[in-house]
């Protein structure tokens, strides 16, 4: 639940899902310059979002974004998030 109203708030306040607009909100959201995406970077976005997540609905939500499960979200998994992939599962978050 809560990574679909994450979801739905990234999208409205950045509008289109073309790429330059997901890119944009990737690099904003990876303060560290990684070109990934870490717990902590993640925590960041859903308090920019306005829906801080717990600890243990922060793992939920990090786990189902990170697909390849290497400890980091990188933009394609973000990017497929973004667009609403189907693999990505919102299991009880």
Known sequence: RKLSVL???LV???GRKDS????NAFTEFDKDGS???????????AENLGA??????LRAVFDA????SDGRVDFD???NWWLGAKHVEYRAV
Do not use: C, M, N, Y
């Open 65 to 68: 974004l990170d697909r390849d």
């Open 20 to 23: 330059t607009s997901i890119q």
């Open 77 to 79: 998994e973000f990017k």
């Open 52 to 57: 801080p997540l717990s600890r243990d609905e």
């Open 7 to 9: 979801h739905a708030q």
């Open 35 to 45: 070109g990934t995406l870490d717990p902590t970077e993640l925590t960041l976005v």
């Open 12 to 14: 409205a306040r950045h």
